[in-house]
């Protein structure tokens, strides 16, 4: 992981996930918890908006050093975004706190637009004005791609008028995070080099197919997804995939075992990472 010391002094904001990060680096930096009134007693689930400026430029420097030093050795990344913004800390940090409660199927739920990978995903979900309107007062955006190997930045256009308004295909596409992102990191585990900005749509798109064709369950069509991705989407049109398709229409959650070798089965409990997948979460 790398963090150029110029694109960090860019930055006026940052956020730093305290689930990823420990809180001991993140007491290195003048912070606070972004906390919507909804969820007053969920502070350790949420980030921390981290004011850059008010930190003197060696003591940042050192400060950085370590953060990065830490999500090295940890295998995290060290902030969950890196944020452009002349407003005061007051307004990004009532703003963010408002756009992380959102309803979804008639529940108040927490939005982890803030996870890089939920941030990511959502580039190709939402319009150009609803990321603006998810921005607000923030001039730019940046965060880790390609499993946080370098940084990306969005540039705030300006053009909310629409608001954050989400459609109903937009929810379903949100929802679906958790599935994709477990695609995403069976594939990275079963040493595929596949990255990219558009692999977690690439992987929606094939878990779209895997319902067309029939599969109801989840697992099905995660394992549906894998196989397209890692393979080809030609492989559904062999004998023993179309066998496992027929059964697993007849027979909901056979599909992975009916190609999957029994080595391939998950056996360990799940990583921080693997509990942590979608954009909703129940405060």
């Known amino acids: 992981m790398q963090l150029d010391h110029r694109l960090f002094e860019a930055h006026q904001y940052a956020l730093i996930n305290p689930l990823q990060i420990d809180r001991r680096i993140a007491k290195l930096w003048p912070c606070e918890p972004i906390v919507p009134k909804e969820l007053l007693g969920q ?27 830490y999500a090295r050795d940890h295998d995290r990344i ?66 880790t791609v390609d499993k946080g190997a370098r940084w990306q930045s969005y540039e705030n256009s300006g053009c909310n008028k629409d608001g954050m308004h989400l459609t109903s295909d937009q929810l379903y596409a949100i929802s679906s995070l958790a599935s994709v992102n477990r695609v995403i990191d069976r594939l ?24 067309e064709c029939g599969l109801t369950d989840p697992d099905d069509k995660e394992a549906y997804a894998f196989a397209s991705v890692f393979q080809s989407p030609e492989v559904h049109n062999t004998p023993r995939y179309q066998e496992a398709l027929r059964i697993a229409c007849l027979e909901p959650g056979a599909f992975r075992s009916a190609v999957s070798d029994p080595s391939d089965e998950e056996v360990d409990e799940p990583s921080l990472e693997q509990t942590e997948q979608g954009a909703w979460q129940h405060g």
């Not at 199927?105 to 609803?130: C, H, T």
């Not at 990255?195 to 878990?207: H, K, N, T, W, Y």
């Open 43 to 69: 502070k350790h689930l949420l980030p921390y908006l981290i004011r850059l400026e008010e930190i003197e430029p060696d003591a940042r420097l050192a400060a950085l050093d370590e953060t990065v030093h």
């Open 78 to 143: 060290p902030f969950s975004a890196l944020l452009k913004c002349n407003a005061d800390s007051q307004r990004v940090r009532n703003h963010l706190a408002r756009m992380m409660v959102r309803k979804f199927d008639g529940e108040k739920m927490l939005f982890r637009y803030y996870d890089p990978r939920v941030w990511n995903a959502l580039k190709w979900i939402l319009l150009s004005s609803q990321l603006d309107a998810l921005l607000g007062p923030i001039n730019a955006w940046t965060a």
């Open 188 to 211: 990275h585990r079963e040493g595929g080099s596949i990255e990219g900005a558009g692999l977690s749509r690439r992987v929606f798109d094939e878990m779209e197919k895997a319902g």
